[in-house]
């Protein structure tokens, strides 16, 4: 079965440390990976987004994330936070041409000034 | 150019009234998707239609769940006889294409209180 793993549920840093979000997910064959942000008492936004070619992919606001498909991993990580960046985060999967996206129970992050 | 709009944005129902959740997708596409989301989980499919059809409704509860997207106006889901289980958050998605690697545009959600 498909699933999306967040096993961090709530991250408080300060501002100015680097962040690291995991996600894990259980798909069988091609994927598509996203990340998507939502800010309080805002709608959902992707960050950016993985299909193919390099597996380092570079979205919004300074964040980037790392496709390793020998660890089923999609990683998000900013080399410096900033207290606009304290938000909920999601990770989301869906297949080869499926139209539906599988999404993690997501990850609260808190940037302290 | 407006994102996806939901209405209403907020909507409290007694058990066993009838709650209708609308969603205009971004200009331009023709492809709607409905999440729910429960308290503590994830966003969880429900269904994805176009224009006068549905496409797959695999995540639709078999009973009171229903959805549509007319050739005119929004998208509708529709939830009859609410329980308390009901009580969610509801989000709508939109693409210009369907599947794959493209961009699920989403919108505010409704956030449904069944008393």
């Known amino acids: 079965a498909q699933s999306v793993s967040q096993h961090n549920h709530h991250v408080i840093l300060s501002e100015a440390a680097s962040l690291e979000l995991g996600c894990n997910y259980s798909?069988?064959?091609?994927?598509?990976l996203f990340w998507y942000v939502q800010y309080p008492g805002q709608h959902l936004q992707l960050l950016l987004k993985?299909?193919?070619?390099?597996?380092l992919v570079k979205g919004i606001k300074g964040f980037e994330a790392e496709f390793i498909k020998s660890k089923f991993s999609f990683n998000l990580r900013k080399p410096s936070v900033q207290w606009s960046d304290t938000a909920e985060y999601f990770c989301?999967?869906?297949?080869?041409?499926?139209?539906?996206?599988?999404f993690g129970t997501g990850t609260r992050l808190t940037v302290i000034p | 150019n407006a994102g996806v709009m939901q209405n209403p944005r907020h909507l409290v129902r007694r058990r066993g009234q009838e709650a209708r959740l609308r969603c205009s997708p971004m200009?331009?596409?023709?492809?709607v998707y409905w999440y729910r989301q429960l308290p503590e989980e994830g966003l969880k499919f429900m269904v994805y239609?176009?224009?006068?059809?549905?496409?797959?409704e695999s995540g639709m509860p078999k009973e009171r769940f229903s959805a549509e997207f007319p050739k005119e106006g929004p998208s509708i889901l529709r939830i009859q006889q609410v329980v308390r289980g009901d009580s969610a958050a509801y989000f709508c998605?939109?693409?210009?294409?369907?599947?794959?690697?493209?961009?699920?545009?989403f919108g505010p959600g409704t956030r449904l209180t069944v008393l």
């Open positions: 993985y299909f193919s070619g390099d597996p």
């Open positions: 239609l176009q224009k006068e059809n549905i496409i797959d």
């Open positions: 200009k331009g596409h023709s492809h």
């Open positions: 798909y069988g064959g091609t994927v598509n």
């Open positions: 989301a999967v869906n297949g080869l041409g499926a139209n539906n996206l599988f």
């Open positions: 998605a939109s693409s210009l294409l369907a599947g794959g690697p493209n961009e699920q545009f």
